[in-house]
């Protein structure tokens, strides 16, 4: 399948927090965003059944990007939020290099899910 990576999407990785056992008080991490270059699509039935039971009733969307995505990683699509699920690394068994994400999409406050 051949792919037009033709959108610019904001990533944002969340780092590791630390525990002051002092305290007792948890910390989050800082928060690192940049941008990729990717092909956002539909998921098809095979992906989603990729996806843990728990999330197969969110929009979900298929990402193919050049640039490594990780679990937990935080996609912005439109102005929607996504939260990457699954990553499927072709970088190295494909003639296009690349990453298949699948990423669904993060429950607003009050939302039941």
């Known amino acids: 399948m051949p792919f037009t990576y033709n959108e610019t999407l904001s990533v944002t990785r969340k780092a590791v927090g630390s525990f002051n056992t002092a305290t007792g008080i948890y910390s989050d991490g800082a928060d690192t965003v940049f941008s990729i270059t990717a092909s956002v699509q539909p998921v098809s039935g095979k992906q989603l059944e990729r996806l843990a039971e728990n999330r197969r009733e969110r929009d979900a969307k298929a990402i193919y990007t050049q640039t490594e995505l990780k679990n937990n990683d935080f996609v912005t699509i439109d102005s929607d939020v996504y939260e990457v699920d699954v990553v499927e690394d ?7 290099k690349h990453y298949e994400v699948i990423a669904t999409r993060k429950k607003d406050e009050g939302q039941r899910l």
């Open 90 to 96: 072709f970088s190295r068994h494909s003639f296009l």
